[in-house]
């Protein structure tokens, strides 16, 4: 049986909540985004901006990006190696201070910018103030409805891989939920 909460967070593409998704839902109905092949320009309503590159694929796309916001614009940069504690507690201190103008760029692994957009979304970012380009997608994080646990590895779509809680087996699907920043595993 599927978790509730999870599919409550799950949304279809059409509603436009991943800024960065190319026009509308796949044939197949999923609601797993079709990321940019180019980095988004920088928003030129913002008046403060905080730039992240997780990983190093993601650093030219963070010079890109700070070489285009004005001078007169406050800009926070971090480059880190992976979504973990520190980086989204250097998040966290960004929000807390994050005014009205405020802007968040974020590039890298499809993993690491789904979980950092999940929690600053979580902690009080809008969607508008967000914008994503991802650098590769192989790895992915599998949330069970059995356990609830998230599951990180190297896959695709419709393989298989174990939760890392119960040790089931799980398809991943083509729906990825907001909240946990995760596609759904399907224990079928």
Same mark, same amino acid.
């Given at each position: ?7 409550? #967070? ?6 436009? *909540? ?9 044939? +197949?109905? #999923? +609601? ?16 403060? *901006? ?11 796309? /963070? ?27 250097? /998040? ?16 890298? #692994? ?66 990825? #939920? ?5 596609? /759904?595993?399907?224990?079928?």
């Amino acid at each position: 049986m599927q978790d509730p909460d999870f599919l409550s #967070s799950c949304i279809d593409v059409s509603v436009a *909540f991943w800024v960065g998704i190319v026009d509308g839902v796949s044939q +197949n109905g #999923s +609601n797993v985004p079709r990321w940019m092949t180019e980095p988004p320009g920088v928003d030129p309503a913002g008046v403060s *901006f905080g730039m992240v590159a997780f990983g190093d694929a993601a650093v030219p796309v /963070l010079k890109l990006w700070t070489e285009s916001v004005s001078s007169r614009c406050p800009l926070r940069t971090l480059r880190a190696r992976r979504a973990d504690e520190s980086a989204l507690a250097v /998040l966290h201190c960004w929000l807390a201070e994050a005014r009205v103008g405020w802007r968040l760029m974020l590039a890298g #692994s499809e993993v690491d910018v789904l979980v950092a957009r999940s929690e600053v979304v979580a902690y009080g970012a809008v969607e508008a103030e967000i914008r994503i380009y991802v650098t590769s997608t192989d790895r992915k994080r599998v949330y069970c409805p059995q356990c609830r646990t998230v599951t990180e590895a190297v896959c695709v779509t419709g393989q298989r891989v174990a939760c890392e809680g119960c040790g089931g087996s799980l398809r991943v699907d083509t729906h990825v #939920s907001r909240r946990h920043g995760a596609y /759904l595993g399907v224990c079928d």
